[in-house]
């Protein structure tokens, strides 16, 4: 491939995946007028329009879609071999392009990150924080880090840990509002519920104790939220009992702003994963922090308090 159409590629991938000229402009440390000339250029040669422009959006056409989804990884892959092999062959270099939730990423994930890089600095984190199940494989990620994504084909992964989700609620709240003392208790309370994103339905409050037992627990609602940080949030004003994944709950409980109602029941656990490509031969930089994720997980103790009875 000549040079040219491969820098006319590297600035279509770039705003690609940045949804602009000028973000793109900015990651390959050119213009944006020097961006869109080669887009320009590489829609010339190809005899297609790549994208649809206006004065406020970048949006790929269903040709540029196609083109996306057919030579971003590859092109990606090709440049990591030559990166590990100008710094030494099996050496992690390049960027690494992680998916990862908001609340997950930041607090727990980001300072598992940083010391990766203290220990690999060739590699570079491109970090997208979405709520939102990622599309490894269509987005070009590679690796993503949640709850319950559905394994496609060409994806595996590896459980981090089992999240269980409990019944938390402010101290002010509980002072006014007794505590209950069962699930069917709940009916006297407010509670802050979770309307699913995927389904965009309230999700039901089914709840388990050591015992086995399993019940219904009806909740007056007094907020829906999609997103169980604002949850959490929302319950530690006083706003009513929330049901929260242990990872958004674990800070406001160590602050005493929420503390556990029914400690003896559950929502049951969550998978937490890491997820990645099924490919044989995985790059070095992906490889090694996949292995090194997992370890550390473990010995941080974060898998120990998330699974917490």
């Not at 491939?1 to 491969?6: I, K």
């Not at 600035?11 to 869109?36: C, N, Q, Y």
């Not at 409990?166 to 505590?179: C, F, T």
């Amino acid at each position: 491939m000549d040079t040219e159409l491969s820098s006319y590629l590297d600035a279509f991938l770039a705003a690609a995946d940045e949804h602009s000229f000028s973000a793109a402009a900015r990651r390959m440390g050119i213009t944006p007028a020097a961006v869109s000339k080669s887009v320009a250029r590489l829609e010339a040669r190809l005899g297609v329009r790549l994208f649809q422009r206006s004065t406020r959006s970048l949006a790929l056409t269903t040709d540029g879609e196609r083109l996306y989804g057919q030579v971003s990884r590859p092109w990606r892959d090709i440049g990591d071999a030559l990166t590990e092999l100008r710094q030494g062959a099996g050496q992690p270099a390049g960027s690494l392009k992680v998916a990862l939730a908001h609340t997950m990423g930041r607090l727990y994930i980001l300072p598992l990150v940083e010391q990766f890089v203290r220990r690999y600095p060739a590699v570079v984190p491109d970090i997208h924080f979405d709520n939102r199940q990622a599309d490894l494989v269509a987005d070009g990620f590679d690796v993503a880090i949640g709850g319950g994504i559905e394994l496609s084909e060409g994806v595996v992964a590896r459980e981090l840990a089992r999240v269980r989700i409990v019944l938390a609620a402010a101290p002010s709240y509980l002072r006014d509002h007794p505590a209950p003392a069962e699930p069917g208790d709940l009916t006297r309370h407010g509670g802050v519920v979770r309307r699913s994103l995927e389904s965009g339905r309230v999700l039901p409050w089914v709840l388990s104790n050591a015992a086995g037992e399993e019940v219904f627990a009806a909740v007056r609602p007094v907020a829906v939220m999609n997103d169980p940080e604002a949850m959490a949030r929302a319950a530690a004003s006083g706003m009513g009992i929330a049901l929260l994944p242990l990872p958004h709950a674990l800070p406001l409980l160590d602050s005493g702003e929420l503390v556990r109602v029914l400690p003896g029941w559950h929502a049951g656990s969550r998978p937490l994963s890491i997820y990645y490509s099924s490919r044989k031969l995985l790059p070095a930089k992906t490889r090694l922090f996949i292995d090194f994720i997992v370890a550390r997980f473990g010995e941080s103790g974060y898998r120990q308090r998330f699974e917490a009875p």
